[in-house]
């Protein structure tokens, strides 16, 4: 088969054989190194850091990242990949999808040429692991109202300010921080800067409890004081928010990955189960309640894999829309939660025991209706499409 040629890849026509030769490398370290091993992440609520630079070692950190940043310079269908293969079996610890999907690409789109040169090959890696410090105690999926302010000094700036709900934030060697630089101009005081956490008036918080995704390190972020030099701010002064609107729609798109993927096991799961399981002296799937709820499920599934399928086409292309996203989004994590609840009922008590998956689904579900941008949110942004607004 000649280099990028398709094949057949279940009728998507998007992978290439190369692609599915790096889906079965993910899939062997996913299957070896992952895991065996996240149960104990989840009570541990954290990943060692040891996984993050096998995971470099291996080429699924950041694939797409220009060889001259120390990657591969590979499409982005390879991060799809990742993502795809991670979700399948349920991994939701390693905040690998925050690095290579939100941290990395605010850093190539506007940081400057030493800041890539500074942090990109090492994100790569996995020696350097990157969060995204956006929400505030008083400012989420609006994120012009942040208050952490950055004040210049000298070839410095020295910000001040709170941050909550940071994934990696245990971890997180560098934190791409959303700040006022003017605090008058709303929208367009909001900057972006880079700041190195290994620093006194950088100070993490607890690792916050969470309903799901116990393994990911996720914290309350405090800035005392804490200075990054000139360099590290992210396009201009007062550009941050349309930096962020800008990426914001790579974020949806990618969560709507995750979200088919996990709805599509889930389905799988279920149907493998309830084949087997008897009741009444026949097996679940006799039932006709069974067959319907699964196959409605199944035309869902489905429908909502196609256009996910086309927005990936188009973010490649790049022609996807921040309306499109939003709308790939609402419709697939509201899929992703509906799935995965219809289809532990037929599980029963066992649905409840979270050593089976359609459980640790389940409870992992239900930030995906929020994180990325809530439901709600995605709905105005689509309603003002509609209406011109």
Not at 12 to 32: C, K, L, N, P
Not at 80 to 98: C, D, H, N, Q, S
Not at 137 to 150: I, L, N, Q, Y
Not at 199 to 215: D, M, T, V
Request: overall charge negative; charged content about 25%.
């Amino acid at each position: 088969m000649a280099d990028g040629q398709m094949h057949d890849d279940g009728g998507r026509g998007i992978f290439s054989a190369e692609h599915e030769q790096f889906r079965a490398t993910v899939a062997r370290f996913v299957d070896d190194e992952l895991v065996p091993h996240h149960h104990q992440w989840e009570k541990d609520e954290v990943v060692p850091r040891e996984v993050w630079k096998r995971a470099g070692e291996v080429g699924i950190l950041c694939p797409n990242v220009p060889e001259e940043y120390g990657g591969f310079g590979a499409d982005w269908l390879y991060n799809v990949v990742v993502i795809e293969e991670l979700a399948k079996k349920g991994i939701t610890g390693p905040g690998f999808t925050v690095h290579s999907e939100m941290v990395a690409p605010y850093i190539l789109a506007a940081g400057t040429e030493e800041l890539k040169r500074e942090v990109l090959p090492r994100m790569v890696s996995g020696e350097c692991i990157g969060a995204l410090g956006l929400t505030e105690p008083g400012a989420g999926s609006d994120v012009k109202e942040v208050r952490t302010r950055a004040v210049r000094d000298g070839d410095d700036y020295v910000l001040n300010g709170q941050k909550v709900y940071i994934s990696n934030g245990q971890l997180a060697d560098i934190m791409v921080c959303a700040c006022k630089t003017d605090p008058a101009a709303g929208a367009k005081g909001v900057s972006l800067i880079a700041i190195d956490t290994h620093q006194p008036g950088f100070k993490r918080g607890r690792n916050l409890e969470k309903i799901g995704l116990k393994a990911q390190d996720t914290s309350e972020i405090f800035l005392e004081d804490a200075r990054a030099q000139s360099w590290r701010l992210m396009g201009r002064e007062g550009g941050g928010f349309g930096i962020m609107m800008g990426k914001l729609a790579q974020e949806r798109l990618t969560q709507a990955v995750r979200s088919i993927c996990v709805a599509e096991a889930a389905l799988e799961w279920t149907v493998a189960y309830t084949a087997e399981r008897k009741m009444f002296g026949q097996t679940l799937a006799d039932f006709q309640n069974t067959q319907f709820v699964l196959a409605e499920l199944s035309a869902e599934i489905l429908s909502a894999r196609t256009f996910t399928d086309w927005c990936i086409k188009r973010f490649l292309a790049g022609n996807l829309t921040g309306v499109e996203a939003a709308k790939v989004k609402l419709v697939v994590t509201n899929l992703h939660v509906k799935v995965v609840d219809q289809c532990l009922q037929f599980f029963g008590g066992y649905g409840y025991m979270t050593e089976y998956p359609i459980a640790r689904a389940y409870i992992d579900a239900r930030i995906v209706r929020i994180a990325g941008g809530a439901a709600e949110v995605m709905k105005q942004i689509i309603g003002r499409d509609l209406f011109g607004k």
